[in-house]
């Protein structure tokens, strides 16, 4: 819905350029502005320009030489001022038609586009205290706006009162009146009244010709906007001697072209889907002992057409398990301490991926993956399984698994079976692992087990701690400590360390510091010598 509609003679516009300044002018403000009727097909001009003046809050009549003798005005004024929307505006100094002349409007006749002008600021006063405000998007800072008419109106100023819109009509035909008394007027009425049908019909023809040019203009836009066949057929159709028939007919030509260009040309082939296999996987060592670690070294290979994409949404994983069958399913393996089938190995699961390029691209990686301390020795297949969880869409996933021999051998205590005795507290050391002389602080623990025997009735606050030699500080975590012990039983502790801080330092010992619940302060040590290098 337009805020203000602006009726004017179209002479005004097309010959001397007085009306679309105003347009602009309004649009500054912020207003919504309406003044190029077009009228749909099948519509009539009373209907149209009825609705389009209900729907506006506002209407500007442009009151000029041209416009006072117009009936067209005279309706679209008549209309505004009975529905109490009516703000007139003098483009000329001109008395306004009858029943028009009460209504005080704007002079804008020596107007040139100049904002701060009094009497435009007197006609967006009237327009704000009709309707408000313009809710559009102002343009702040315009003070000016292009006002070149092309053509000058000169028109004789009569002073009020010395007549009403036209004037000169009214002295013809008093002229006229006094020549038919005296028996010469009727040839020269008749001749007044051709000349006046005359140019009702030229006004009427130019108008008609106006709204032809406005369908034809929105015909032919929506037509270029769909710019299908069907669009321009349809354009034809409804505008069969439009402006643009001969561009229709040639855009018909190019888009039919195309077309059959398009049917019979070779479609591209469709690229295959991923295809991931493993290229090889290779191990450290051949066997390991409990609780140990073995480095795994794996290639992959996209043997599809289709990129396969890394860890992230939609991305592969490898998963590295044991197994007794040389089998392992497709299938996300969940880790455990203890042996069971296709078992995820600690620090198993490859999830920080690369993306593995189409047509036979690869990606290499190495892990390092721990046998867990309960598993039982004997002979395994370390299996690595691509994309357990079916993310990747791929051709096939039979070449998705490989296995290769692995041994595990029973892990060797060290220097186990020491006993002692802080505080009266009997601790005996029965295992300390990993295997061998050397902790990775990659994926591995250092793990300590014991038994103890508390004296009878009493309460004794326990921790175990390692200790090491080398500069800095090693930083190491404990998930589970003994914490307050009563009675006998036994005990495993687990220490993490926190990587580069503890490289290149050697662990020498597991203390064990002991108190009576009581007296927190009364601790009594022992170290059980052990000697570990870390890296």
């Excluded at 299908?228 to 505008?239: F, I, K, N, Q």
């Amino acid at each position: 819905m337009a805020d203000i509609f602006i009726s004017y003679k179209r002479e005004d516009q097309e010959e001397h350029g007085r009306v679309r300044p105003i347009a602009e002018a309004l649009s500054a403000e912020g207003y919504d502005v309406f003044y190029d009727v077009q009228v749909p097909p099948g519509s009539s001009w009373e209907s149209v320009l009825q609705s389009k003046i209900n729907a506006a809050r506002a209407v500007v009549v442009l009151w000029s030489q041209a416009s006072v003798d117009s009936d067209w005005v005279k309706e679209e004024a008549e209309m505004a001022k009975n529905a109490g929307k009516l703000i007139p505006v003098f483009l000329d100094p001109v008395q306004p038609p009858f029943g028009f002349a009460r209504i005080e409007g704007a002079n804008l006749s020596d107007w040139i586009g100049d904002l701060d002008n009094i009497e435009w600021k007197n006609l967006v006063g009237a327009i704000k205290a009709r309707i408000g405000a313009g809710e559009g998007v102002t343009q702040p800072g315009v003070t000016r706006v292009a006002y070149q008419p092309t053509k000058t109106v000169t028109v004789e100023k009569r002073a009020p009162g010395s007549g009403g819109g036209g004037g000169m009509m009214k002295a013809v035909l008093m002229v006229i009146g006094l020549a038919i008394l005296a028996g010469v007027g009727v040839v020269a009425y008749n001749s007044m009244q051709q000349s006046r049908i005359a140019q009702d019909r030229a006004d009427d023809i130019a108008v008609d010709d106006a709204m032809t040019r406005g369908l034809d203009e929105r015909a032919w836009t929506e037509a270029k906007s769909a710019d299908t066949v069907d669009a321009y057929r349809r354009y034809l159709a409804e505008r069969p001697t439009g402006a643009y028939r001969a561009e229709a007919i040639t855009r018909i030509e190019e888009l039919e072209a195309a077309r059959a260009a398009a049917e019979t040309s070779t479609p591209e082939p469709t690229p295959t889907p991923a295809d991931l296999a493993f290229r090889g996987v290779r191990l450290g060592a051949t066997s390991v002992a409990q609780g140990g670690t073995v480095r795994v070294s794996t290639d992959l290979i996209n043997l599809g057409g289709t990129d396969a994409p890394g860890s992230g949404r939609g991305g592969y994983m490898v998963d590295y398990v044991l197994s007794r069958d040389a089998t392992a399913p497709v299938r996300f393996a969940t880790y455990s301490d203890t042996w069971s089938e296709d078992a995820l190995l600690r620090g198993g699961r490859a999830s920080n991926t690369q993306a593995v390029p189409a047509n036979r691209g690869t990606q290499s990686w190495i892990e390092t993956v721990t046998v867990p301390e309960g598993w039982p020795a004997g002979r395994f297949n370390l299996c690595a399984v691509a994309d357990p969880g079916g993310e990747v869409e791929e051709s096939t996933t039979a070449n998705n698994v490989t296995c290769i021999p692995l041994e595990v051998t029973a892990a060797a205590s060290t220097t186990s079976g020491a006993s002692y005795r802080p505080n009266g507290v009997y601790i005996e050391v029965t295992r300390v692992w990993p295997n061998g002389d050397t902790i990775s602080l990659t994926n591995q623990d250092f793990a300590v087990s014991f038994t103890y025997s508390v004296p009878a009735g009493r309460r004794m606050d326990v921790q175990v701690q390692p200790r090491y030699s080398g500069p800095g500080t090693c930083h190491w975590s404990a998930p589970s400590q003994p914490g307050t012990l009563v009675g006998n039983g036994n005990f495993t502790v687990r220490f993490r360390f926190s990587g580069n801080d503890c490289r290149n330092k050697t662990l020498t010992a597991v203390n064990f510091r002991v108190a009576p619940e009581s007296n927190s302060n009364d601790w009594d040590s022992a170290d059980h010598a052990v000697r570990y290098g870390m890296r």
